[in-house]
């Protein structure tokens, strides 16, 4: 007898009690309403927790009344932050946990009250979400099982509750754009999601369950420093991506180029990450017709040079990329001028060459000449400023100009882009002309140095003439005076 009251005891310490034993649970299941029904395939029930867990109430008692008696710690049905507090009672203490045998994470609340979802809900009572906004309050299963309202495959639909709801969002914040859904449906990501692939990112593989931020934020892992290992977290591991016909190198060639060095380098938020080239929620590879208007977004000018030059049309009948074909999508290298011309590094002999394609092989092979031409006319003149400006001669207008010429420079490797040796020329020419009249000013200010070189000899050779005269003729005076004495 004995023995059994202190079994009693411990099954009321933990709270664990079989099903058979929950009166709760009992009696609801008679009355036939939701939450027992619900409750025989939740988690919580498999792990013999008891409605009074977190209704609290004594669940021996079969009397109604006696067991749902605030006496006996019964607190009817949780409301606003009342909920998370409840989960929390287990969910955040570890020990508690531990006593389940669980040893699951235990910072579930903590994340939830310092994301976008813990600020205050627009009634001021409550915040914008309890545990049971995502998970549900009974049923709960493993995030894991196909049933769980956060299961990748269910998680667009829970989010999109509120996101997708415009009168909804619309009395937090106005200006949240509502079109997440709508564009994530037309992904790559999306569209398979749809079909049943649970490994596509969804909502919370980009943007996390607990700890969500803004984008704005700067720890969020979608603010656009975070993004490129955001989606390396997929697609740069071959492991996750098995089975998938895609190459998983998109990371590390991106890091290695010009956007990447840009980005996670120098902080410089300028440069794309691999949202700006695939968009945020509309992720698909930007294809042939709107690569061009991709770059373009930053790179307006010689995205316009290129439409109207003689490779927009050509390019369109071959179905060729617009500016992947010469500089490649992930690892754009800085360019240079080795890029241009006929010499095997450069892009232009892969299609052009004398027998084929004849006149882009002349352009080109000119259009390097140019540019060499320049180059030259531009360093010949930096030496003769610098020369000049180290003998301490009056450059500064000349300087100047030299940083014409280097514009000039600057808007010719722009001007490839229309791919018209005329206008191109045109550009160089502008450079030439200018740097040619550098080099004569430098030339005549090392010469007018050299002049004053000499000038200043000549002085100082009168001078000291003049002042041994002057000796003399004093010591002469002197010597007469004596004499005179
Ligand atoms: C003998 C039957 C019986 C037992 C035992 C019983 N309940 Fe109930 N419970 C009911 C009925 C019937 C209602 C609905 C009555 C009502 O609407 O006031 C109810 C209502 C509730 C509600 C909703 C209260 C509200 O304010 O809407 C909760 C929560 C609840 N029970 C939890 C429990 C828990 C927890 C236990 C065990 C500690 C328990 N019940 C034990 C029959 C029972
Ligand atoms: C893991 C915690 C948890 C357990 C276990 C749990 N509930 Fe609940 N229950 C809640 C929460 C939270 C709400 C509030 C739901 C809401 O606001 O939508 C709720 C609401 C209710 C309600 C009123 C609203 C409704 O959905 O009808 C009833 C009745 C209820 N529970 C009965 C039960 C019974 C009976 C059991 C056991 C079979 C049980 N609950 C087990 C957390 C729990
Ligand atoms: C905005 C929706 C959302 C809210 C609110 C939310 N969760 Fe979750 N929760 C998720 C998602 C999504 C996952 C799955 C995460 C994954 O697979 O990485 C998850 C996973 C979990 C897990 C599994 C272990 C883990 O940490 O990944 C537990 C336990 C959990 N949530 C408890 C809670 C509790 C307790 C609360 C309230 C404090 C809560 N959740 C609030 C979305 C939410
Ligand atoms: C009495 C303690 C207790 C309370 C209260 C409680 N939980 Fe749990 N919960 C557990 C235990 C134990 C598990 C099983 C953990 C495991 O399998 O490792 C669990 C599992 C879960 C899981 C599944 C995690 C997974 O492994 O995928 C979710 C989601 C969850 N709880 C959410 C909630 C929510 C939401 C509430 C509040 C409405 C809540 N829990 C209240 C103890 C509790
Ligand atoms: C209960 C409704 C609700 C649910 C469910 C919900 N959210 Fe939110 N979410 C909001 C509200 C409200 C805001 C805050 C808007 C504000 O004040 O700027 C927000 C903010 C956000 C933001 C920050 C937007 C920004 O840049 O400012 C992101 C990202 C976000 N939610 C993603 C998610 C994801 C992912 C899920 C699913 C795991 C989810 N939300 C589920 C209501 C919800
Ligand atoms: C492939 C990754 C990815 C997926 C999947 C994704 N997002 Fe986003 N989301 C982003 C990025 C990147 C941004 C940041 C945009 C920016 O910098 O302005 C963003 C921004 C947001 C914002 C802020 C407002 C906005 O639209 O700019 C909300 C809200 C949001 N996402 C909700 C969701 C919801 C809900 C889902 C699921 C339907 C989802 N996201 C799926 C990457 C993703
Ligand atoms: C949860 C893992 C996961 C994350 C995170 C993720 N992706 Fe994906 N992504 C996939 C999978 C799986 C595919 C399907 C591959 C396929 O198309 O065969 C895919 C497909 C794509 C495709 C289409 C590829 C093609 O040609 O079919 C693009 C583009 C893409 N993702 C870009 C992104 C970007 C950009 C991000 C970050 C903002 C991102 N993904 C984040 C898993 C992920
Ligand atoms: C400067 C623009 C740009 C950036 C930045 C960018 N991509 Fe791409 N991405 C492209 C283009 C263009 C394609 C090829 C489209 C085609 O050929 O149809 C592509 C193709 C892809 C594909 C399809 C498979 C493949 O490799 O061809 C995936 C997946 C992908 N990108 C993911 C990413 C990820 C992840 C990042 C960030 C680490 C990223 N991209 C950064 C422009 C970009
Ligand atoms: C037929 C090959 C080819 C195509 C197509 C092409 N480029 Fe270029 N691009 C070059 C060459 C060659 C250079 C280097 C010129 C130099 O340094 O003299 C260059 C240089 C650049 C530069 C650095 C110079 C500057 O303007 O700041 C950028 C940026 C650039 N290209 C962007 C683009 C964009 C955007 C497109 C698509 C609209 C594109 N390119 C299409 C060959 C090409
Ligand atoms: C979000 C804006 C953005 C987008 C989109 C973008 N770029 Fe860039 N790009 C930059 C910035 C910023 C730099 C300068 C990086 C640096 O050197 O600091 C750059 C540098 C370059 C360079 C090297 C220029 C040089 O001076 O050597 C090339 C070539 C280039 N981009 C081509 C492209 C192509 C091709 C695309 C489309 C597939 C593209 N970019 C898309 C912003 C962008
Ligand atoms: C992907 C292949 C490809 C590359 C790379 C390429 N071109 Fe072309 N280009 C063409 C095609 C195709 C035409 C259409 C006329 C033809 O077939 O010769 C053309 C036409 C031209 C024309 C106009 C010829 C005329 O008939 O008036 C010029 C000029 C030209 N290219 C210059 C260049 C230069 C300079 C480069 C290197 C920066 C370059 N191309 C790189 C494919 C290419």
Same mark, same amino acid.
């Given at each position: 007898?004995?023995?059994?009251? @202190? ?8 709270? &664990? ?98 994301? @976008? ?25 493993? +995030?894991?099982?196909? &049933?769980?309202? @956060?299961?990748?495959?269910?998680? *667009? ?12 969002? &619309? ?89 990447? +060095? ?153 001007? *490839? ?29 090392? &010469? ?38």
């Amino acid at each position: 007898m004995s023995r059994i009251i @202190v079994i009693l005891l411990t099954l009321v310490m933990f709270n &664990r009690l079989s099903a058979a034993d929950d009166q709760c649970l009992k009696c609801h299941e008679t009355i036939g309403d939701n939450p027992s029904a619900l409750f025989k395939h939740d988690i919580h029930f498999k792990r013999g927790i008891s409605c009074a867990d977190c209704h609290g109430g004594n669940p021996h008692l079969e009397d109604m009344e006696k067991a749902m008696d605030k006496k006996a710690g019964f607190e009817g049905v949780p409301k606003g932050d009342d909920i998370s507090r409840v989960c929390a009672g287990c969910h955040s203490n570890p020990e508690q946990m531990k006593k389940y045998g669980s040893s699951l994470p235990a910072n579930q609340l903590q994340n939830l009250l310092s994301s @976008v979802h813990g600020k205050l809900s627009v009634t001021g009572k409550e915040h914008v979400a309890q545990c049971i906004t995502c998970h549900g309050a009974h049923g709960i299963v493993s +995030v894991k099982d196909l &049933r769980s309202p @956060v299961h990748p495959l269910n998680i *667009v639909k829970t989010c999109t509750k509120c996101h997708a709801n415009a009168m909804f969002m &619309r009395t937090y914040n106005p200006s949240l754009p509502v079109d997440q859904l709508d564009k994530y449906r037309t992904s790559v990501h999306g569209k398979r999601n749809a079909k049943g692939d649970s490994k596509v990112a969804e909502c919370a593989s980009c943007h996390g369950s607990h700890n969500i931020l803004s984008a704005k934020d700067v720890k969020s892992t979608v603010y656009p420093l975070n993004i490129p290992s955001t989606c390396a977290k997929c697609h740069s591991s071959s492991e996750y991506m098995k089975g998938f016909n895609i190459p998983t190198d998109q990371y590390e060639k991106f890091s290695k180029s010009v956007h990447g +060095v840009a980005l996670l380098q120098k902080d410089d938020m300028g440069a794309p990450a691999c949202n700006s080239c695939h968009g945020n929620h509309g992720a698909a590879p930007p294809g042939v017709e709107s690569i061009s208007k991709v770059c373009g977004t930053c790179h307006a000018i010689n995205a316009d040079l290129f439409s109207s030059s003689p490779h927009k049309k050509a390019f369109d009948q071959r179905n060729l990329p617009e500016c992947e074909t010469c500089h490649s999508n992930h690892d754009i290298i800085a360019a240079t001028n080795r890029l241009l011309g006929v010499t095997p590094e450069a892009v232009c002999s892969k299609c052009h060459s004398e027998q084929l394609s004849p006149r882009g092989y002349v352009v080109a092979k000119e259009m390097r000449l140019l540019v060499d031409s320049l180059e030259s006319s531009e360093g010949i003149a930096k030496l003769l400023i610098e020369e000049a400006e180290q003998k301490g001669m009056e450059v500064t207008e000349a300087k100047f100009k030299l940083r014409d010429v280097h514009q000039a420079r600057l808007q010719s490797r722009t001007m *490839v882009h229309s791919f018209n040796e005329q206008q191109f020329r045109e550009t160089i020419e502008k450079g030439l002309k200018t740097a040619a009249i550098v080099q004569t000013e430098g030339e005549f200010a090392i &010469r007018e140095y050299k002049f004053r070189r000499i000038g200043l000899g000549i002085a100082s050779v009168v001078i000291t003439i003049l002042a041994i005269s002057l000796y003399l003729f004093i010591k002469r005076i002197e010597r007469r005076q004596r004499t005179g004495m």
